[in-house]
């Protein structure tokens, strides 16, 4: 996004009146959302942190018991619970700014990935997977700014099967991982509003009055309608989802009457005036400072506003930098596979396998089917009085209406789902979904480019528990250099991955002939694909064949510094989230993740910082004078 330009649009934040839209407001918004759009068309994403380089001298920028590096959905919880201690200094560094207006907007989500709110990371050209992407290299939109990926992302509440937190909790050696202990966390974070009385919502399973709000959103397709009843037709179910259930539902959402709850907006914002929490925006790490002789984590290097900065944290530096940036930071600062730092000039502190276990959950994007219902298409500025009421597709992250949870044949009779199906009504497709997918212009014109926009909807074909390793390496010890990205989807030898995409392309045509779908005439439109023209039209080696073309990422990567019992066994940090081998340095994001969960990344990343707050507390408590800001 060209701020310069949005600038002319961006004058002030409104605060919603009570009844009375002004049509200066809706006027305001309608010029916001066509000019996001107009820019997303142009706009360029970087391919480095140059922006954030300096020649300054370094100074001391000061000393605080806590630094927090980056403020995404683990920092952000982080920050919050550790400065409820009065006593205690925190600092929290982040790259990028305060989320908005635009990034407020849910349904930006396709104008915002072409923002300032975006590293803009991409992968390494692939081999096994993204084929029908430019170069076959996969975008990895990663948000920058206060909130993480949770200002860029599509805001689904879902956070695993609670067989993967006792899985969590065995592997790592402590219970404090398995689903008895994590729910406590997950429902302390939690403000559960239930809008939508026709969806199944299970109390016991959720909280309120936390910082984090969890809502359904206000009013559903027909389409919609129309999956949860195919659901319900093959007896798979309509289920709260939340509650560990095999089944379908629409989305829970973090969303505030209609507005994205980034993580900034949930954590941040309310306690911004507490005199012991510092939030530097602008503010780009270099650095971990680790003593190489008693191998203590000692401050942090980071640029600021062009100055060059050491800051001292007394107790520890807390890493959230996320899945890319964390294993980043670390192998910079020492910690990190030996014959990698070694390769790349950096001075080896300690012998990790940073980086070397991203995991995901990758996705198919190829399913499109028309229907002879059509979506009514309004005049933006209908949509923004809908929007500042709370309700409407723009309160709808890439109008992701629905998700269901479902076994594959490798989980059959379990419980454990293996496959997500996300149902996307109509008027989801843009013309920028061409750009954001990184589709090339063959592959579009074969799935996307005649769909008729109001009748088409769309399953996306997620593979939960995937089984592919790729991996974060550094391009070189410059720290102003991304880094390289492997992604590696559909790699693993036994191709249970593929597989279970497979099954969940089978599952999606089998719920688009049940009665409530051929009642709107679904009939699945888009391909032949001309890259697997060799394959009979929907034979099993042709949908093979579209599944290497079309599986891509979903916001979801996580596990490059792994939780673990041993480093011998490549794990990176203690069930306590301490990073083996160095004192007074934790990490707290979705890079601990042991393996991918049967969820989405955000929730389970809030709870790890929950519980990075109790560890912290716990360890330090006789340094605890007074617990003053609740």
Known sequence: MNLKILSVVLPVMFVHSQGYLSERKIDYYVRLITKANENAMTYQLPKNAYEYYTKARQQKFGTFDFVVIGAGAGGTVVANRLSEIANWNVLLLEAGGY??????????????QFSHFNWGYNSTPQTTACLGLVNHVCLYPRGKGVGGTTLINGLVYARGHKTDFDKWGEMVGNKRWSYNKVLKYFKKSEDFVYRDYQIPYEPEYHGTGGYLRVENFLYRSPQLDAFLAANQELNLGVVDYNANKLGASASQLNTHNGERFDGGKAFIHPVLKRPNLKVLTGSYVTKIVIDKTTKVAIGVEFTHNGGYYFVEAKKEVILSAGVFGSAQILMLSGVGPRKHLEEVGIEVIEDLEVGTTLRDNPTFFGLNFGSNYTEPVKPLEDYVVEYLDGVGPLTISGNNQGVGFY?????????????????????????????????????????????????????????????SVGSVRLKSKNPFEYPLIDSRFLSDPENRDINTLYEGIQLALKLAQTRPFQAINATLQGGPLRACKKHPYLSKPYWYCALRQLTINLYHPLGTCPMGKSPEKGAVVDANLRVFGIKNLRVADASVFP?????????????????????VKCE???DIIAYSYY
């Open 99 to 112: 989320g908005n207006d635009f990034s407020d907007i849910p349904n930006m989500y396709f104008p915002i």
């Open 407 to 467: 076994e594959s044949s490798y989980t059959k009779g379990t419980g454990i789902p293996e496959i997500e199906l996300m149902f996307i009504p109509a008027n989801a497709t843009s013309l920028l979904s061409q750009r954001s997918f990184g589709l090339t212009d063959e592959t579009y014109e074969d799935v996307w480019k005649y769909a008729n926009i109001p009748q088409t909807f769309i399953f996306y074909v997620v593979d939960l528990h995937s089984k």
């Open 595 to 615: 393996f991918a969960l049967a969820g989405h990344p955000n929730a389970p990343t809030v709870m790890v910082g929950e519980q990075l707050g109790d560890l």
């Open 620 to 622: 330090h408590k006789n």
